[in-house]
């Protein structure tokens, strides 16, 4: 991906996440046997898509609030961390040593295997990465199927580390 491309792609990000969103509580206060006017309308045909599995522009009330912590694992799963990394580490995975800090303690995952994630719609943060270059990261290939495919099936154009510098060749 060229430079002016990625500058494009990245102001179109911005420029979505600026757009006026409805919030959640809204969102699940719209009685959709009875909506008003064509903007609940056309929330709730898109609902009712998404419910019968048709894939729809719009994300549902749960995506809509994208920001989602997460942990690929050594054995390729993709876990939601919940409210923090730390947390889940702590009762998901004892044979984790627990640093004397945040940094420590996600050093030592890594050290095991995990690579830890922010996923907020449009883009994934891989926040303990050591390098820029994808493909010369030591990860063991499970790990690495989960990510390309978690990118894949969520359509993720960018994905960063946790430095906000682009990764590259995914």
């Known amino acids: 991906m060229k430079k002016s491309e990625l500058k ?3 102001e179109e990000v911005i420029l979505e996440s600026l757009e006026e969103k409805w919030s959640k509580k809204y969102k699940k206060s ?7 006017g064509f903007s609940q ?16 522009k719009s994300k549902s009330i749960n995506e809509s609030w994208m920001e ?9 799963e993709v876990v939601y961390a919940g409210g923090s990394h730390e947390e889940w580490i702590k009762n998901n995975d004892r ?11 996600y ?6 295997g995990y690579v830890r994630g922010i996923y907020d719609g ?30 894949e099936q969520k359509e993720i154009r ?6 906000g510098n682009i990764l590259k060749s995914i």
């Not at 719209?30 to 008003?36: A, E, H, L, M």
């Not at 990465?129 to 990118?151: G, H, M, N, V």
Request: charged letters at 25%.
């Open 41 to 56: 309308k056309a929330h709730c045909h898109a609902r009712k898509l998404r419910k019968s599995g048709v894939k729809t």
């Open 107 to 112: 050093n030592n995952a890594t050290d095991r």
């Open 8 to 10: 494009q792609l990245i």
């Open 68 to 76: 989602k912590k997460l942990w690929f694992t050594p054995d390729g």
């Open 122 to 151: 449009d883009m994934l943060t891989l926040s303990n990465l050591p390098s820029y270059e994808f493909s010369k990261i030591k990860l063991k290939s499970l790990t690495r199927k989960a990510i390309q495919d978690f990118i």
């Open 95 to 105: 044979s984790v040593p627990i640093g004397f800090n945040l940094i420590d303690t």
């Open 158 to 163: 960018i994905i960063a580390t946790g430095r």
């Open 30 to 36: 719209i009685d959709c046997n009875n909506p008003k």
